[in-house]
């Protein structure tokens, strides 16, 4: 019994190491791959606990190649928006100036029940009052309403162009342009944002804002 106790105890404050290693999100912004990783390593943790034969350090190395390859995913997905892609997705808009984006609803497996009632969570009855519904990767919906006239929106991350330049009627060509005005080079930008005024507001990976 007191063995068990020990055993337990070792491995509780080895998962909050492991844990706080692999860093601070909410279950809702968990990816696909975080969330395996995170029914896995919980699972793995139960092991060495029932399993009497099963020694301390045996039982933890599984989780530790797991969190390993948690971290290594993060870093890389910090370097390459293609790899944050492939693990997390991207949003998708299911709702555009008051009109259903069916083909997006069928894509994210996303049904029309599923999308009234968010929106209604948001006290949003009428689908024309929506300019925006965007299915956010974490499952939530971000919703822009028509009354709403202030926002901005990213239309550079990571130096590469979002699709929410489709949100603000601007075209690629457009924006290559504005930032030649400027004089900003697009693989500098750690982050760009555009109002409803199609003003630009940059946020360069030195720290400097424009």
């Keep these: 019994m007191f063995s068990l106790i020990i055993k337990t105890t070792f491995i509780y404050f ?7 290693i692999m860093g601070k999100r909410e279950i809702g912004q968990l990816s696909p791959f975080d969330l395996v990783i995170a029914i896995m390593i919980a699972e793995l943790a139960i092991f060495p606990i029932e399993n009497e034969e099963l020694g301390i350090i045996d039982g933890l190395v599984p989780i530790i190649v797991l969190a390993f390859l948690e971290i290594l995913l993060s870093i890389l997905s910090l370097k390459s928006i293609f790899i944050r892609r492939l693990v997390s997705g991207r949003p998708e808009i299911l709702i ?33 009052d929506v300019k925006v519904a965007l299915l956010e990767t974490s499952g939530d919906i971000t919703v822009l309403k028509q009354s709403d006239d202030s926002f901005k929106l990213p239309v550079i991350i990571d130096g590469k162009i979002s699709y929410n330049k489709e949100l603000v ?39 400097d804002d424009q």
């Design 169 to 207: 009627n601007i075209n690629k060509e457009w924006l290559q342009k504005k930032l030649q005005d400027i004089g900003v080079d697009k693989s500098q930008i750690l982050l760009a944002t555009i109002d409803e005024n199609k003003e630009l507001k940059i946020y360069q990976r030195n720290g």
């Design 96 to 128: 555009k100036n008051g009109e259903i984006l069916y083909e997006a609803l069928k894509k994210t497996k996303y049904n029309v029940n599923d999308l009234l009632h968010q929106l209604r969570m948001k006290d949003i009855f009428d689908i024309d």
């Design 14 to 20: 080895a998962m909050l190491v492991i844990i706080r």
